[in-house]
């Protein structure tokens, strides 16, 4: 810079500060059911403020962290943008999206609103319109009988209702019903006969190319990277898998669980679905911050975000499933839930991807203020 160059400058006023500015829009943005990727909350603020207002975010984000009233769900997650180094990559202009994994999102969701105008649809919704509402404290008693009970009726009206009989030595579960003691129902899985909606016989099912590695690289991956711990065991036939906490397991951050009874390119597509839904921050983050804090969406925006990275990843290796028809039902009058993220979508989807692929070497424990390996 030259002497005239300096003399110029000096003369320029300071730019402002727009920390405040920008708190207030980084607040409104999260006062809805939206936590996006550091990318799009960086875009939220640059459209707000125009790209100078870039340069504060970091302040005015750690700012907010310790600012009193804060939501716990609002100050996990932006611990988790900073702390992951997430909010660092955006300001370097780093982790852009795969086009390709976002051209195919909006394919998902084009050939979902398209499904929820089919007769299969429509077979579906009349399927369950005929369930009877149960009080919620009836409900509360049948998922303690059976975590893994979507369906469930007394017999009278699986017989009349749907034409299904109990199998024999069907196991009931117990609910109060008014002026009397009991009542006795029973899980779909318990039942046999009548037709089920196209959906629900081939639900959770993938078909195609299929490479056994996929599974049990990925599994092993899920282990030794992220400490994720991957259980085969039986569940419900409308339950194909679950993620949750792993707890009394110190070495595990978190537990998935995936119905034993499918098969191996079903098992890798629940998988995937589970593993998105930990990835994506759906449970939280962890102690080291591998992956973001969301824990502030809509079901609908959290099932629609799982089940597009499932779709992503099945899709680049060969295999297709029923992923159209899930994600239809969680797009009410067809519109896409608020809070759903293509980036992070692309971006889990990318990570499931490799971790089929190939063995990934162990993370480093992260150190305070830095980002993870």
């Given at each position: 810079m030259t002497a005239p160059d300096i003399q110029l400058d000096l003369l320029l006023p300071p730019a402002p500060d727009l920390g405040?500015?920008?708190?207030?829009?980084?607040?409104a943005i999260l006062s809805k059911p939206v936590q996006p990727s550091a990318r799009e909350l960086l875009a939220g603020i640059e459209s707000a403020l125009g790209v100078k207002a870039r340069?504060?975010?970091?302040?005015?984000?750690?700012?907010?962290?310790?600012e009193p009233g804060i939501s716990r769900s609002i100050r996990a997650y932006l611990g988790s943008v900073l702390e992951s180094g997430d909010l660092d990559d955006a300001l370097r202009g780093e982790g852009a999206p795969d086009t390709e994994f976002v051209s195919s999102i909006d394919s998902l969701l084009q050939q979902s609103r398209?499904?929820?105008?089919?007769?299969k649809f429509r077979e579906m919704?009349?399927?369950?319109?005929?369930?009877?509402?149960?009080?919620?404290?009836?409900?509360?008693?049948v998922r303690l009988q059976n975590p893994a009970c979507s369906f469930f009726a007394t017999e009278t009206i699986w017989r009349k209702k749907f034409r299904r009989t109990l199998k024999e030595d069907a196991r009931p579960m117990l609910i109060l019903q008014p002026m009397r003691p009991v009542m006795l129902v029973y899980d779909l899985d318990q039942t046999e006969g009548g037709p089920l909606p196209e959906e629900l016989d081939r639900f959770a099912s993938f078909e195609g190319h299929w490479n056994e590695s996929w599974l049990s690289t990925t599994v092993e991956n899920a282990a030794?990277?992220?400490?994720?711990?991957?259980?085969?065991k039986t569940l419900s036939s409308t339950l194909a898998g679950f993620a949750t906490f792993a707890h009394g397991d110190a070495h595990s951050k978190r537990r998935i669980a995936i119905h034993d009874q499918l098969d191996g390119p079903s098992r890798f597509g629940v998988l995937c679905h589970e593993l998105a839904h930990i990835y994506l921050g759906h449970l939280g983050s962890d102690s080291d911050h591998w992956w973001l804090s969301r824990c502030n969406l809509?079901?609908?925006?959290?099932?629609v975000e799982a089940e597009a990275v499932?779709?992503?990843?099945?899709?680049?290796l060969g295999l297709q499933g029923s992923s159209s028809a899930y994600v239809s039902r969680?797009?009410?009058?067809?519109k896409v839930p608020e809070g759903v993220s293509r980036e992070l979508i692309a971006k889990v989807a990318g990570r499931i991807g490799q971790m089929a692929r190939e063995k990934m070497p162990r993370r480093v424990r992260r150190v305070t203020g830095r980002k993870a390996a």
């Open positions: 405040k500015q920008v708190r207030e829009i980084v607040l340069w504060d975010a970091r302040k005015a984000i750690e700012a907010l962290l310790t398209d499904y929820r105008d089919s007769e919704i009349q399927f369950m319109g005929k369930f009877r509402e149960y009080a919620p404290f009836n409900n509360m008693l030794q990277r992220d400490r994720i711990r991957v259980d085969f809509g079901r609908n925006a959290i099932e499932a779709f992503l990843v099945t899709l680049h969680h797009m009410r009058d067809g």
